[in-house]
């Protein structure tokens, strides 16, 4: 059974601090990672993702891989209460079908 | 650029009964996914379609099905509505398919079933 766990929160941040989300994953042969953002009663909104190693930037949002550990995470620096939503982390299957979600952090950034 | 747009928005259906949501995928891509979010869990994936054929399946009965169009569209169909089909439904399209193909995936706003 392929999984992948988030910590559902919720996770509260004051307005400008660092809020880190985390997320591992159970199948060793995933090889694309996906962060969507999801505000209530809204659709999830592709935000980043990741293919390798390492990190990547994209304006106050930062993915971080760890393929060895089946680990990825999502820094949003700078956190403004805009970005209080429900953040999903999403795996993609080898074959390059399903992608599998876990069931999302609430991330609360308060003014 | 077109996005991913569905129909309807809400729907109120009974059970038993038969019910249709349709998917317009984004301009350019042939790949489309249907996922179901039930209250306060991720997406969960149903089927995929790439260029009108069925190209994976998740734990679903044979009661959810679907198609896809020449113009890359889609149907879901699910027959014999039960309670706990109640949840949120989600078209997601991307460009690619197969090993290789990273499969980014973009939502459409969705479609709220509300089964009775």
């Known amino acids: 059974q392929k999984e992948v766990e988030q910590n559902s929160g919720p996770l509260s941040v004051p307005e400008g601090a660092i809020a880190s989300l985390n997320c591992t994953y159970s199948d060793r042969g995933s090889q694309s990672f996906f962060w969507y953002r999801q505000y209530s009663g809204k659709s999830p909104e592709l935000i980043m993702f990741i293919y390798s190693n390492g990190d990547k930037e994209d304006g106050r949002f930062t993915a971080q891989l760890n393929k060895a550990s089946q680990y990825v995470s999502l820094l949003i620096r700078d956190s403004q209460p805009s970005d209080s939503a429900t953040y999903l982390c999403a795996v993609g299957a080898p074959a390059g079908t399903a992608l599998i979600f876990g069931k999302g952090t609430t991330l609360s950034v308060s003014s | 650029e077109t996005g991913v747009t569905q129909s309807p928005t809400h729907l109120i259906k009974t059970r038993g009964q038969q019910v249709t949501l349709r998917c317009s995928s984004q301009s350019g891509h042939n790949t489309v996914s249907w996922y179901q979010q039930a209250l306060g869990q991720g997406p969960q994936f149903i089927f995929q379609?790439?260029?009108?054929?069925?190209?994976g399946r998740g734990n679903f009965p044979p009661r959810f099905s679907g198609l896809q169009f020449p113009n890359y569209s889609s149907e879901l169909n699910v027959n014999a509505l039960e309670l706990d089909d109640s949840a949120l439904y989600l078209c997601?399209?991307?460009?690619?398919?197969?090993?290789?193909?990273?499969?980014?995936?973009?939502f459409g706003p969705g479609t709220r079933l509300t089964v009775l």
């Open positions: 997601a399209s991307s460009s690619g398919q197969g090993a290789g193909s990273y499969n980014e995936q973009f």
């Open positions: 379609y790439y260029r009108e054929e069925e190209n």
